[in-house]
């Protein structure tokens, strides 16, 4: 079965570093997502994107994050001058709504930590 | 007030037992999807549903959009079932925004 792929697994950074997380969504999706998980709490919509543009945002995808799909199969969340706050677990999720009752597909996620 | 509640918190059933998990919503929505997160942190979907029920293998969902009400229901519970259960739903007006409950954790005894 096709599946959506992070790398990496984890990441630590140091505090104001910046740091570049990477997905492969499905290959004939059309939609794709970050999402974030801090520990202990639910998980929360940062970004949708679809047609090489952002489609949606939270309020906590503010100037410190952006997102990017430099070619046809990456897709990309950087995050500039990391804060101790965002350590938490981040998905990467595709999705292809053409098709009636497609799902959601999630990655196996990228645990950030920040110190 | 969360505009995705889910009840019960947490759930502790008999191997074998009937489970239901319900999600209640406060904003429209285009769909909803029921999402299962394993122990070590993977998420996988289990349904999108924007009317009525789907069913797969011991999984039964169900929404009323009038109520804005959605159960996900687990028949013959076996300990491999034990999980955290997430509905999430996806914001009407054709966007992509997807609010999340806090979800539901379901411990099987065997």
């Known amino acids: 079965e096709p599946e959506v792929t992070q790398t990496p697994s984890h990441q630590v950074t140091q505090m104001g570093q910046e740091v570049i997380l990477r997905c492969v969504p499905i290959?004939?999706?059309?939609?794709f997502y970050w999402y974030r998980q801090i520990l202990g709490q639910k998980v929360e919509f940062l970004v949708s994107?679809?047609?090489?543009?952002?489609?949606?945002k939270s309020e906590i995808f503010d100037d410190q994050f952006s997102v990017e799909r430099p070619d046809g199969s990456n897709f990309t969340l950087k995050i500039r001058s990391t804060k101790l706050e965002d350590s938490a677990m981040y998905f990467c999720?595709?999705?292809?709504?053409?098709?009636?009752?497609?799902?959601?597909?999630f990655g196996s996620g990228t645990q950030l930590s920040v110190l | 007030k969360n505009e995705v509640e889910q009840s019960p918190q947490n759930l502790t059933a008999q191997e074998g037992e009937f489970i239901t998990i319900n999600c209640s919503y406060s904003?429209?929505?285009?769909?909803l999807h029921w999402l299962q997160q394993h122990p070590g942190g993977g998420i996988v979907s289990l349904f999108m549903?924007?009317?009525g029920k789907k069913k797969h293998g011991r999984l039964i969902a169900t929404i009323n959009i009038q109520e804005k009400h959605s159960s996900l229901h687990i028949t013959a519970s076996h300990p491999r079932d034990s999980a955290v259960y997430i509905c999430?739903?996806?914001?009407?007006?054709?966007?992509?925004?997807?609010?999340f409950g806090t979800g539901t954790k379901l411990q099987v005894i065997p």
């Open positions: 290959s004939n999706h059309l939609y």
């Open positions: 549903l924007s009317s």
């Open positions: 994107f679809y047609n090489n543009e952002i489609s949606e």
């Open positions: 999720a595709s999705s292809d709504p053409a098709r009636v009752g497609e799902k959601l597909f």
């Open positions: 904003v429209g929505i285009s769909a």
């Open positions: 999430a739903v996806l914001n009407s007006g054709g966007y992509q925004k997807v609010t």
